[in-house]
């Protein structure tokens, strides 16, 4: 089982930059294929990022894409979500996730879904002000 502990969270203003970072424990890194999802207050969870056991593989949403990059750190057991010219609507809580699932290896469209993923971390609040 692996423990995800997002960071990197604040308030920013519009167009600054912005990296998250998420740090996973308790399991074989490598191994998972990692996402991040993000829920704004009154709206539902959203997907944002994801990348499969390697970097290789990273799929985006289309509200985010050319904006955002998502990475990963196998030896430091860490994802990361550099976001760049952050708009007020990207303000949400912001969750990475992990699945085991060695269908999702090289990444897969099913990574844009929330069941997908059987770990999930406590949340970093990300505000952007206009």
């Known amino acids: 089982q692996v423990h995800l502990v997002e960071s990197g969270g604040g308030l920013v203003q519009a167009g600054a930059p912005l990296r998250l970072s998420c740090a996973a424990s308790g399991g074989t890194f490598s191994r998972y294929a990692m996402g991040w999802f993000r829920q704004a207050p009154g709206k539902e969870r959203e997907f944002v990022a994801a990348?499969?056991?390697?970097?290789?593989?990273?799929f985006y949403a289309d509200s985010v894409q050319g904006r955002f990059t998502a990475s990963r750190d196998n030896a430091k057991n860490t994802l990361y979500l550099q976001m760049n010219s952050l708009k007020p609507e990207d303000t949400a809580v912001y969750y990475c996730?992990?699945?085991?699932?060695?269908?999702?290896?090289?990444?897969?469209?099913?990574?844009?879904?929330?069941?997908?993923?059987?770990?999930w971390g406590q949340g970093t609040q990300v505000t952007v002000s206009s």
């Open positions: 996730a992990a699945t085991a699932d060695p269908r999702y290896e090289g990444g897969s469209s099913y990574l844009r879904v929330g069941r997908t993923y059987d770990y």
């Open positions: 990348i499969g056991w390697t970097a290789g593989s990273t």
